[in-house]
C-alpha cells in the first residue's frame, strides 16, 4: 500500500511537471453526481422502520411486489439509501443470484451528534460497542435488519489553528 501510494504521488508530481497531469485529467474526467448504497435483503419493510422510525429519514419512492415492497429509496437532508429484496434482483437479473447473497455490507455513517443516534439505536444489535477511535471518532457499530453492519461516527472537530 506505501510502496503504491509513493509511486502514485512520484507519478503525480512528475506527470504535472511535464503538463501530463492536465492532458490526463481531460481525457479521464468524469463527472460523478451522487452514489448511493443499495443493500440488498429479504425484507425491506423491516428497513424501513429502522431508517425512518428511529433516524428520520423519509420514503420517497417505493416498488410493491404482491403484498411487500420490493425497492425502497430512503432520503434525509442529501443523503440517500436505498435497499432492494433479493428476489426482486433474482427477477430483474438471474444472472447475479450467486454474487448477491455475498454480504453483508458496510456502512460509515457521521453524525452530528453520537449520543442521540445511540438513544435512537436503543435495542438494535450492537456490533461494535461505543469506541473512541486513534483519530478522535467516536463510533458504534450496528446491525440493521437486512444484518448489514452500519457504523455510525462523531468525528471530533479538527484543533484550532489560532
Known amino acids: 500500500m506505501v510502496r503504491t501510494t509513493t509511486l502514485l504521488i512520484f507519478t503525480l508530481l512528475f506527470s504535472a511537471s511535464t503538463g501530463q497531469l492536465q492532458e490526463q485529467k481531460k481525457e479521464n474526467h468524469m463527472s460523478v453526481n451522487k452514489i448511493t448504497a443499495v443493500l440488498l435483503v429479504d425484507e425491506v419493510e423491516p428497513c424501513i422502520k429502522f431508517w425512518v422510525d428511529r ?3 423519509e420514503k420517497t419512492i417505493e416498488v410493491p411486489e404482491g403484498n411487500k415492497i420490493a425497492f425502497v429509496i430512503l432520503q434525509k437532508g442529501n443523503i440517500e439509501l436505498m435497499y432492494q429484496t433479493f428476489d426482486s434482483v433474482k427477477k430483474d437479473d438471474p444472472n447475479r ?3 448477491m447473497r455475498k ?3 458496510f456502512l460509515y455513517v457521521e453524525v452530528s451528534d453520537i449520543d442521540e443516534t445511540i438513544a435512537a439505536l436503543k435495542g438494535v444489535p450492537v456490533v461494535m460497542p461505543l469506541r473512541t477511535t486513534f483519530y478522535s ?6 446491525k440493521d435488519p437486512g444484518n448489514h ?3 455510525f461516527a462523531q468525528v471530533a472537530a479538527a484543533p484550532s489553528t489560532h
Open 55 to 57: 433516524l428520520g429519514f
Open 97 to 99: 443470484v450467486d454474487v
Open 103 to 105: 454480504g453483508p455490507t
Open 137 to 142: 471518532a467516536k463510533e458504534i457499530g450496528v
Open 149 to 151: 453492519i452500519i457504523t
